[in-house]
């Protein structure tokens, strides 16, 4: 589409709202707990402002808020750990974003497990699902915040809430998502996407694609869902599938997806 034609008007049921709810918009990664430490004075801050910058060297970036104790530490130590917590911190996520570290011993106050980090001085805490540990290469004063753009050194994961991705059927083993003021949630269901192969109009299979998800409910979805799990488990242990069964439940495309060993015959019972 070319910016020069004639726009339509914005629909009349979205919503105009503050320039502060941007930050909101976009909130949805898992909250971490940012633990630092400084002669021998460790602290904790929830943060859910972070973002990965760089790959290769692999950088993250965090915003703080330029009052916060933890700038005062990261200014000294420039180094620090992102622990992602569980669902059952979720009450201790809460109660430590409201304590300064300037008054209080946070460790000291919820007596979290804690332990070792293996390159930097910042305690891991137990209970999480995984744990960055970084060095301070750049910091940058932008607005109320500042940036600390890191070089990662470690990272740690817990294989029950992370295997190449976050498990979203991990239950209480998932991460903790943050929607704003004190409202929380988890990682729902996951969803693979289905590219259009190179012969197809992409447009056309998009847009039938788009039909079918709004059309599927959620409960034929989750059945979909629950099957190709089923089915890949089969295909994995070299089972045989019979896919003239599955015509109806699932599409070719889906079947197509199957990593479909040698020795697994399709719509062929072991003869
Ligand atoms: C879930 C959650 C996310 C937060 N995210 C951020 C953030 O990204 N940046 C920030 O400056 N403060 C954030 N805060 C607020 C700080 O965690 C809070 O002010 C904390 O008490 C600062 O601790 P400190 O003074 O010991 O550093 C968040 C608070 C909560 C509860």
């Known amino acids: ?3 020069d034609s004639l726009l339509q008007p914005a629909p009349e049921s979205i919503e105009r709202r503050p320039v502060s709810v941007a930050s909101r918009v976009l909130m949805g990664g898992p909250v971490v707990l940012a633990t630092s430490s400084w002669r021998g004075r460790a602290n904790i801050m929830p943060l859910a402002w972070h973002m990965p910058v760089s790959s290769e060297p692999a950088l993250i970036a965090i915003a703080l808020e330029q009052s916060r104790y933890s700038v005062d530490v990261l200014d000294h130590s ?3 750990a992102l622990n992602i ?15 300064s570290g300037e008054h209080i011993d946070k460790f000291e106050a919820t007596q979290l497990g804690h332990f070792a980090a293996s390159r ?5 805490i137990e209970g999480c699902a995984a744990w960055i540990e970084a060095g ?3 910091q940058i004063p932008f607005g109320d915040h500042v940036i600390y753009v890191a070089e990662v050194v470690a990272v740690h994961v817990d294989p029950a809430s992370f295997s190449d991705r976050w498990l979203s059927n991990a239950g209480d083993d998932r991460p903790l998502v943050f929607l704003g003021g004190r409202f929380y949630s988890s990682l729902d269901r ?19 694609r788009l039909e079918e998800e709004l059309e599927l ?10 099957l ?19 015509g109806t439940e699932l599409d070719i495309d889906e079947v197509d997806r199957l990593d479909l060993t040698a020795g697994t015959m399709l719509g062929d019972p072991e003869d």
């Open 136 to 138: 301070v290469r750049h």
């Open 217 to 226: 409910t959620t409960e034929a979805r989750e059945r979909r869902e629950e």
């Open 190 to 208: 996951e969803q693979e996407a289905r590219m259009p192969r190179d012969l197809e109009a992409p447009e056309r299979v998009l847009a039938e």
């Open 85 to 99: 917590p569980k669902r059952a911190l979720l009450h201790h996520v809460q109660y430590l974003g409201s304590l």
């Open 1 to 3: 589409m070319s910016t």
């Open 120 to 124: 930097v001085t910042a305690p891991l």
């Open 78 to 80: 420039e180094e620090f």
């Open 228 to 246: 190709l799990g089923h089915l890949t488990d089969e295909v994995a242990k070299g089972n045989v599938v019979d896919v003239a069964e599955l």
